[in-house]
């Protein structure tokens, strides 16, 4: 549909990860950037806006990190997507149809939106209907399946050595 930019793949990485970090315990941005390999300036700059968008919540302090502020169920792929690259739509019609020699003299003669931006709102709507149905929770089900057991006793480790 559109390019989605890096950190919405960061921002699920480390979404996927809160969701193992135990009731009243927080991991901190350094720890999540370290996990996933990334710089810890570039991480924080998406953990802020996921915490913004309600996705996940800052505990300031000494002891602070953060940590998921709603169920897993609770969270789509879209609030994610959308908490890191916005709500606008990926298409904008410009209206070219109106250009060049084609073009109508009676601006009249448009009087419905532009068949081709209809479709391809159409589109945008049906994807993001898709990722709207699909929550956090799925990702930690398909975790479940499809990473094996050692990679999860890493990150488990991990996630204990780290957790606030």
Known sequence: MRKMSDGVEAALHS?????????GKVLTGRSLATLHGVSESYLLKHLRALAAA?????????????????????????DIVEAIDGTEPA???????????????????????????????????AWRAALRAQSLADLVADGERLIDPGNKAAVAGFIADEQR
């Open 91 to 125: 298409f904008h019609c410009r209206e070219i149809r109106r250009r060049g020699p084609g073009k109508a003299r009676d601006p009249c003669v448009y009087t419905s939106d532009c068949f081709i931006k209809t479709r391809m709102l159409a589109a945008e709507q």
């Open 54 to 78: 309600g996705v996940i919540e800052a505990v300031p302090g000494p002891r602070g990190g953060y940590r998921l502020a709603r169920e897993p169920g609770q969270i789509t792929l879209l």
């Open 15 to 23: 979404a996927l990860v809160l969701t193992a970090v135990p009731d």
